[in-house]
């Protein structure tokens, strides 16, 4: 099977070879693995893990929201943001969570507002957790 990720600020990887994927689907994850059936659906945020072939250990990627496409051995995710586990900034994430948590501590937000601040919060545990 062939991956690519990419956002729109880069293409993090282009055509590599994988044997298994593990997707953090909207609605959960999702397995891919040769001979998958076709499928279209949205990320949510979380872990996107693969082994490249001949591989043992998983990669990990930080995602946060977008697409996947499954046809034939192609993988395609087009995400708003991925980082490579080991170029995430954990200090950077930190501070996100904290504000992020502050604000919501704060009150006084809409419905929307929150929802926001909510997803701030998970993006930012997720790339504390990667």
């Given at each position: 099977m ?5 956002t729109?600020?880069k293409?993090l990887i282009?055509d590599?070879e994988?044997?298994e994927?593990?997707i953090p689907?909207?609605?959960?994850q999702l397995t ?7 499928l279209?659906?949205t990320?949510?945020?979380g872990?996107l ?34 980082e ?11 501070k ?14 809409s ?7 909510i997803?701030k919060?998970?993006?930012a ?5 990667v």
């Amino acid at each position: 099977m062939l991956l690519s990720i990419v956002t729109p600020q880069k293409k993090l990887i282009v055509d590599q070879e994988v044997e298994e994927v593990l997707i953090p689907g909207y609605k959960g994850q999702l397995t891919v693995l040769a001979g998958h059936a076709p499928l279209i659906t949205t990320l949510g945020i979380g872990v996107l893990k693969f082994k490249e072939k001949g591989s043992s250990t998983f990669e990990k990627y930080a995602i946060s929201w977008g697409y996947c496409e499954i046809a034939g051995n192609v993988i395609k995710v087009l995400a708003e943001t991925a980082e490579r586990s080991d170029l995430v900034d954990k200090i950077r994430a930190k501070k996100a969570l904290e504000n992020s948590e502050k604000v919501l501590s704060d009150g006084n937000l809409s419905i929307e507002e929150t929802d926001k601040y909510i997803n701030k919060i998970k993006k930012a545990q997720m790339r504390l957790d990667v």
